[in-house]
């Protein structure tokens, strides 16, 4: 099992719902991963860990204040086994959001 690093937390989270800021993964990190993702939402980290994402280019802005994961950081998920679970959550918020709009 990977151990759960604010900087894992928040690469998984935007993988999942990017497009996304800050306020979104925020939002969403505790939805996905539970008491690690409210534990680092209340300590503050995700935002430390954003600005250092953007720093070093792990994060790419589309618009202002929007951002997706580099190709760096979207390989180095990818080589987490805990990767085929962010593809399944994706789809099934994609599903999940069709259904709203129907």
Do not use: W
């Amino acid at each position: 099992m990977t151990e759960l690093t604010a900087s894992f937390i928040y690469m998984l989270t935007l993988a999942v719902i990017q497009p996304a800021r800050i306020q979104d993964i925020e939002e969403s990190a505790p939805k996905l991963t539970g008491d690690a993702g409210q534990k680092f939402l209340e300590a503050g980290a995700f935002r430390a860990v954003h600005d250092v994402a953007r720093d070093t280019g792990l994060v790419i802005a589309v618009r202002k204040g929007v951002y997706v994961l580099s190709r760096s950081a979207t390989e180095s998920l990818r080589s987490n086994p805990i990767s085929s679970r962010v593809d399944n959550r994706r789809l099934f918020l994609i599903k999940e959001k069709r259904k709203k709009i129907v």
